[in-house]
Each structure stands twice: as C-alpha cells, then as structure tokens.
C-alpha cells in the first residue's frame, strides 16, 4: 500500500521552463491537496481538490495550475518556472473534506524542484 | 484570516526534560486543532488532534479556547522526538474544509 506517491523526487528546470509534478494516492481519497514548503514558512497551501472535478486555489497559487485528472490523481503545472517557485513540494490526501476532524491528511515523500 | 503561530522556530532540550511547543491560532469559529510529526528523511505524519483527546507517544495537547492555544507537551523528551512540528488548523470557508499550518518547530533532544 503506497499512500501517496509522487514524481518525480527532485527536479532542476531553468527559468521560464514548464513542468507538471505527478501525484496519486490509492486510498480511495476524495480530498487531495498540493503545498509548498520552504525554510522558516512551513507548509503553504497552493491548491486543493475537495472531490473529483473540482479544484480550488489555497494561500499561494498564483503561477501554479493544477487538474484533477481521476479520483487518484492530481496533478501541479508550473507554466513558466521561476526562481521563486524553488521549494519542497508536497501532495497530500485525505478521506473526505465535508466531515469535521477528518482533517488528517497523509503525505507524499515530496519533490524537490530547483529552478535556475 | 485564519493563522496558525508558532513562536518558536527550534526548541533545544536535553533527554529527560519536560516538552512544551507552542501554538497559538486565530480563527473565530470551532476550530479543529492538529499537531503533525516530520521525523527526518520521512514523510509528514498526524500526531495527534483535539478531538481525540489522545496522548501519542507520550504527547498530549489541550486546546484552550479562552487563550486560543493549543500547545504540545510531553512530560519527558526522548532523543527520538528530535524532529520538526507542526501545528495545523483546519477550518470551513466557502463550504470547502481548508487545513493551515504554522511555520513549525525544530525539536531537538540532547542526549
């Protein structure tokens, strides 16, 4: 049972390049979740998907898209990658969003995306 | 906004000693309170939540409404609590469930 899986683990782009980091989780989830974490800020949410078919922006989207391809997979886009969107990107899951203290969320190993 | 703080970006103690990391939220509904574990080279994990009203790995947290906080203590730290915490709120706007985490807490125990 892998939980959440992500692609790839790390990544160097040069500015201005595109890219999509892969997310899957096999636990049936409803809710998925992408976040960013840098030094001294914690996890910062850029977008979530509270069911198949929709997605909604978080703390941090701007330069950052996302699709929610099945229940299983959620995907993030960099369009036109810049040195500020250097981070640890994690992808988390959780079973469903509308129930209270259902919160807990399992996360994937992260991908750690340098972009020059 | 709904804002998680912790104050305290790394705690330093030595084995035996007792734990508090701090939290302190803003939120002016219910809030439903997390503490999550990052250990090193893994992954983010769910170490306790307030509704359970659980002790884990001999961590406990008590939320105080009155002072907004929701502090994790252990009485006695063991070298294998070194790792990062983080507090999280979870919270409801616009009919979506949206989680927010602190800035976390370095933890380290000394041997």
């Known amino acids: 049972n892998a939980g959440v899986t992500q692609t790839p683990k790390f990544q160097v782009l040069k500015t201005g390049q595109s890219m999509t980091l892969q997310c899957a989780q096999d636990?049936?989830?409803?809710?998925m979740y992408w976040y960013r974490q840098d030094p001294g800020m914690g996890l910062r949410l850029i977008y979530y998907s509270a069911s198949e078919g929709t997605t909604d922006k978080g703390e941090v989207p701007n330069g950052y898209n996302v699709s929610r391809l099945n229940k299983r997979e959620f995907s993030l886009r960099l369009e036109s990658a810049a040195p500020s969107q250097t981070s640890v990107y994690f992808c988390?899951?959780?079973?469903?969003?509308?129930?209270?203290?259902?919160?807990?969320?399992?996360f994937g190993d992260g991908t750690r995306l340098s972009i020059l | 906004a709904q804002r998680v703080t912790q104050p305290e970006k790394l705690l330093s103690v030595f084995k035996g000693a007792p734990v508090e990391l701090k939290c302190n939220y803003s939120?002016?509904?219910?809030?439903?309170l997390f503490w999550y574990v990052q250990y090193s080279r893994q992954r983010l994990q769910l170490l306790l939540r307030?509704?359970s009203r659980e002790s884990i790995k001999g961590f406990t947290a008590d939320l105080n409404k009155g002072e907004t906080s929701f502090h994790l203590k252990k009485p006695f730290a063991q070298e294998e609590d070194s790792a990062m915490y983080y507090c999280a709120l979870g919270y409801y706007s616009g009919g979506s469930y949206i989680p927010t985490f602190g800035r976390g807490t370095s933890l380290i125990v000394h041997p």
């Open positions: 988390a899951s959780s079973e469903r969003l509308w129930e209270r203290s259902n919160q807990p969320q399992h």
């Open positions: 636990m049936n989830h409803n809710s």
């Open positions: 939120y002016s509904g219910s809030p439903e």
């Open positions: 307030h509704i």
